[in-house]
């Protein structure tokens, strides 16, 4: 069996070593773009990495590049490509190895009638897909090395995510006898093992989606899958202290009726920014409480649209030394160089 390469810990994103990472949480946190920004990083720090998309998930692909992504992995550049598992697509492949006729397996599977079967049947569906990302991460060249070092799942959101991972246990005990609970078991093995798979739960500093992410790690933990991370995305970096907060409202109490509409919006602007800035800060308390190690961050980047600069830029923040900083800043440092300055720095950029 191929051994996976040993990473520097100090350039790995998040502390983890590559593996197969599901990238889960609640609609619309931002499991795209984390997912997204951990395969550049990832990438970044040398591990061949793969970006994987699910059939019906809006796509972290397009975050990095135009191309249309499909069953085959598309090279995104150096190390990096990125594919689409549907299910029709890995069912085909399945047929295909096991009938060894590809015009009959083609035949059967677009059947209506097998069609509708797995899709009744998620349990099915998600063993399929499951199944692949098993053979893509176990897959070597032709020097016994793995193909990829590093998978990226952009799952799906909150529920379905748990059930997807929780499947091949749940077939393998409907089965316990025959081809499908072979399979089933030997990807169960794959999805309950840390040093080959984990989740990466993503998150916003609101107070339903830290409740949901600490319900959901409860219920991953208790189906025996590894959390490896949860990413608290979105923070807002304070640019005010409280003093100054608290001198912004009191001149706007004072403005004069005729003031300037842009001074009076200004020094709303601080007030709010920085009460946003005081419930992020409660949110990520009671969210690092529930947590075994205290979450990682990402900033909020303002942006009408994330475009490929914001990804890189992401990607640098997940980083041991682009943690650090933001964790520095998030506490309320105010010496050194701003944050992004900093990030720029430790990725050995020059300005
Ligand atoms: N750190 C961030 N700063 C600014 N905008 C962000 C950030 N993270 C995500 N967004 C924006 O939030 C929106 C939702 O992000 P994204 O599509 O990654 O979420 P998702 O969890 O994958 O959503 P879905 O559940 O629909 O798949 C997008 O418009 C994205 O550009
Ligand atoms: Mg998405």
């Known amino acids: 069996m191929a051994t996976r390469p040993h990473f520097d810990p100090e350039q790995l994103p998040l502390g983890l070593q590559p593996r197969t990472i599901f990238v889960t949480g609640k609609g619309g946190v931002g499991k795209s773009t984390v997912a997204a920004a951990l395969a550049l990083s990832w ?5 061949r990495t793969l970006l994987v998309e699910l059939d019906g998930q809006a796509s972290a692909a397009s975050l990095l590049s135009p191309r249309t992504i499909g069953y085959e992995p598309t090279p995104l550049g150096e190390h990096l490509a990125a594919m689409r598992i549907t299910m029709l697509d890995a069912l ?22 097998i069609d509708q079967f797995t899709q009744a049947a998620p349990g099915f569906r998600d063993l399929l897909i499951l199944g692949k990302l098993w053979s893509l991460s176990a897959a070597t060249d032709n020097r016994g090395r793995h193909v990829w070092d590093a998978i990226v ?6 529920g379905h995510g748990v059930g997807l991972l929780n499947m091949a246990g749940v077939v393998a005990k409907m089965f316990p006898v025959g081809p499908i609970a072979t399979e089933a078991k030997r990807v169960d093995a794959f999805t309950r093992d840390p040093k080959r798979t984990g989740v990466v ?36 970096v304070d640019r005010f202290t409280d003093a100054e907060a608290a001198q912004a409202s009191a001149l706007e109490a004072q403005l004069p009726a005729d003031a300037s509409p842009a001074v009076r919006h200004a020094l709303e602007t601080v007030s709010w920014e920085h009460g946003r800035c005081v419930d992020q800060a409660a949110e990520r308390v009671r ?45 309320g440092a105010s010496d050194g160089p701003s944050a992004a300055a900093a990030v720029h720095a430790a990725a050995g950029e020059t300005s």
């Open 92 to 113: 085909k492949e399945y047929a295909r190895l096991r009938l060894k006729v590809k015009a009959l397996a083609d035949r059967l599977v677009s059947n209506p009638v």
């Open 287 to 331: 969210l690092d409480a529930g947590l075994d190690e205290p979450a990682c961050v990402l900033p909020y980047m303002f942006a009408p649209q994330l475009e490929r600069d914001h990804l890189t830029a992401l990607s640098q923040w997940l980083s041991p030394a682009g943690q650090e900083v933001l964790m520095r800043q998030l506490a």
């Open 43 to 47: 990438r970044d720090a040398g591990a």
């Open 153 to 158: 799942v952009d799952s799906p959101a909150t």
């Open 201 to 236: 739960l993503v998150s916003l500093p609101e107070e339903l989606p830290v409740t949901e992410t600490l319900e959901l790690r409860d219920q991953l933990i208790e189906q025996g899958v590894t959390v490896a991370a949860t990413v608290l995305n979105g923070l807002l």
